[in-house]
């Protein structure tokens, strides 16, 4: 797809070449020859500049075009991905909220995966299979007790580490966040949650 647009691209680049040129000596003979003809010269090169002047704003209006159309599809995209991770984070929620767990409930994790296939990042993608990997294996009996909410809170916690990065980790960048301490807060406050909730099962 990428070689043929740019092959496109060449073409259309050539094309312009050509006809710049072409349209020039033209233009240029025609001056030549009206040379003992009044206002001839000067209708000539009227027409030239006319004629420069519609291809210079056609091509200019071409490109800015085309930088709206990408900028449109990018803010399009990062939408699409917004709506998807919010979604996951709060079915997640949903599931891990729960006293008991189902098999229908990792089951419903497991699917989303392929939601997720659609906008994710490949490390979003990776660091979710490992997700649901780590909640089947810890999850056994079906509920969750104070180990396997530490475990599984931690592994949501980077989860969310790279749903950021794929988010906003280039703003982070523009404005000089360091990525260890960010990470270093996101997986602080999973401990602290998992302190609240190992507190509030224990009473």
């Given at each position: 797809?990428?070689?043929?647009?740019?092959i496109?691209?060449?073409?259309?680049?050539?094309?312009?070449?050509?006809?710049?040129?072409?349209?020039?000596l033209?233009?240029?003979?025609?001056?030549?020859i009206?040379?003992?003809?009044?206002?001839?010269q000067?209708?000539?090169?009227?027409?030239?500049?006319?004629?420069?002047?519609v291809?210079?704003?056609a091509?200019?209006?071409?490109?800015?075009?085309?930088?709206?159309?990408?900028?449109?599809?990018?803010v399009?995209?990062?939408?699409?991905?917004?709506?998807?991770?919010?979604?996951?984070?709060?079915?997640?929620?949903?599931?891990?909220?729960?006293?008991?767990?189902?098999?229908?409930?990792?089951?419903h994790?497991?699917?989303?995966?392929?939601r997720?296939a659609?906008?994710?990042?490949?490390?979003?993608?990776?660091?979710?299979g490992?997700?649901?990997?780590?909640i089947?294996?810890?999850?056994?009996?079906?509920?969750?007790?104070?180990?396997?909410?530490?475990?599984?809170?931690?592994?949501?916690a980077?989860?969310?580490i790279?749903?950021?990065?794929?988010?906003?980790?280039?703003n982070?960048?523009?404005n000089?966040?360091?990525?260890?301490?960010?990470?270093?807060?996101?997986?602080?406050n999973?401990?602290?949650?998992?302190v609240?909730?190992?507190?509030t099962?224990?009473?």
């Amino acid at each position: 797809m990428k070689l043929s647009h740019t092959i496109y691209k060449i073409v259309l680049l050539l094309l312009t070449a050509i006809i710049i040129i072409g349209g020039y000596l033209l233009l240029r003979y025609e001056y030549k020859i009206t040379d003992e003809m009044p206002f001839a010269q000067e209708v000539v090169l009227i027409v030239m500049g006319t004629l420069m002047t519609v291809l210079i704003t056609a091509l200019l209006l071409n490109k800015q075009t085309e930088v709206e159309l990408k900028k449109e599809q990018s803010v399009r995209y990062m939408e699409l991905k917004s709506q998807l991770y919010l979604s996951i984070i709060d079915d997640i929620e949903k599931v891990l909220g729960k006293a008991e767990l189902s098999q229908m409930d990792l089951l419903h994790l497991e699917f989303f995966s392929h939601r997720l296939a659609i906008a994710a990042s490949p490390s979003v993608l990776e660091e979710y299979g490992r997700f649901v990997s780590e909640i089947s294996s810890t999850v056994s009996d079906m509920t969750l007790n104070s180990i396997e909410s530490d475990i599984i809170s931690r592994a949501l916690a980077r989860l969310t580490i790279h749903i950021r990065e794929d988010l906003i980790g280039q703003n982070d960048r523009e404005n000089h966040i360091d990525p260890d301490q960010l990470n270093s807060r996101i997986l602080s406050n999973a401990n602290q949650a998992i302190v609240k909730f190992n507190y509030t099962t224990s009473q």
